[in-house]
């Protein structure tokens, strides 16, 4: 008999027993003076994932779930999988899906990145692979990446093709589905941030997806810092104006937040910000963390790089206080960013080389033994 994952509204299909253990250790950490939720709400709203910000190596994903990890966040890339108009090839994310699901992990996947023919159709001066992160901006491009979401879902999602050409893995259909990635950023949304844009984006991909799968959630791409600059809104201000758009609030199910900050405090700020904008708009929203992190070691001049004692006590401090909130919050997982050290050449970020909770050559951090005593997996 095969197995099946669920994320999203349903999260406690999809949420494995370590989910359980987590919600009851953190539950545990908390404190009597605190509201916390039962286990078995705790674990119903939480599932908790890593990003993995490199490729990933023969073993690694059966090691992320004997750590307590139950799902992995990746990119689903429009540019690789439509080269060419029209012609889908999965072939890389078969393989990612097929590691994930025989480890026992449930995908969940960003759905981004332009192809050069969508940039150059829209009149972007780029090329060469460089147009990736040029949103579509015509409604011709964005029904194509619509097009593609909507293959994507059935593809992967319940009843998909891939489960059909692999009935030796256990089934876990993705059923919920992230749109781009940090769209109120320059660097992520070219030429630049815009929520009606956005707005359009989403619409037409969730219609694709709920066509493919009714049951699906359509997550909103991870709302980056709680500042605005010339060329980023911070996730507040995205989200209000975002919710001004006709019709919006219909087209998503889940809002999801980079909260990324120096101190617990910080990030519980941002996040607390967001729900408020949220829940007065749509009191059922769901919220999901889908980055967050801090580094044990790198260039001083970086808020987020902290020691390897203290990122695991900032995991330790942010994990606690996310399990005694997700039921208030509707909280339905936390993603840990990232799962292995990167070299300093040409990084993500300034501070991500040392973001892991393992290192390069893959020894485990005192976050990853924080981490794992957190889900009581030894």
Known sequence: MKTR????????????????????????????????????DA?????????????????????????????????????????NRDVYDWTPVDRTVREFAAAGLTPFPFLYGSPDWAAQRDRFACGGGG??????????????FARFAGAAVRRYGPGGTFWDDHPELPERPIRAWQIWNEPNLERYFKPDPDTSDYADIVRRASAEIKAADPDADVVLGGLFGPKSTAKMDG???????????PGIAESFDGVAV???????????????????????????????????????HGRRD????????????????????????????????????AWRDT?????VCAWCPGAGLVSRNGSPKRAFRELRRLTRVR
Not at 236 to 243: A, S, V
């Open 235 to 245: 996730a507040r201000r995205f989200l209000k104006q975002l919710y001004r758009e």
């Open 258 to 296: 980079h909260p990324y900050s120096p101190t617990a405090r910080g990030v519980l700020d941002q996040i607390r910000a967001v729900k408020r904008v949220a829940r007065g708009r749509d009191a059922d929203v769901d919220l999901w963390i889908t980055e967050i992190g801090w580094a044990s």
């Open 343 to 347: 070299a300093r050449r040409n990084p």
């Open 131 to 144: 147009c990736f992160t040029h949103a579509p901006a015509s409604i011709e491009t964005r029904h194509a």
């Open 43 to 83: 674990a119903d709203r939480l599932v908790v994932g890593v990003v993995p910000q490199r490729s990933l190596q023969d073993g690694e994903p059966r090691r992320m779930a004997g750590a307590g990890i139950d799902s992995v966040r990746f990119m689903v890339s429009w540019a690789s999988v439509e080269r």
């Open 5 to 40: 994952g669920r994320l999203g509204r349903s999260a406690a299909a999809a949420v494995v027993a370590a989910c359980a253990a987590l919600a009851l250790s953190l539950a545990a950490s908390a404190g009597a003076d605190d509201p916390v939720a039962t286990t078995a």
């Open 302 to 337: 970086q808020n987020l790089v902290k020691s390897p004692r203290l990122q695991a006590e900032m995991l330790r401090r942010t994990f606690t206080r996310f399990a005694r909130r997700a039921d208030r919050w509707g909280l339905k997982g936390v993603f840990w960013f």
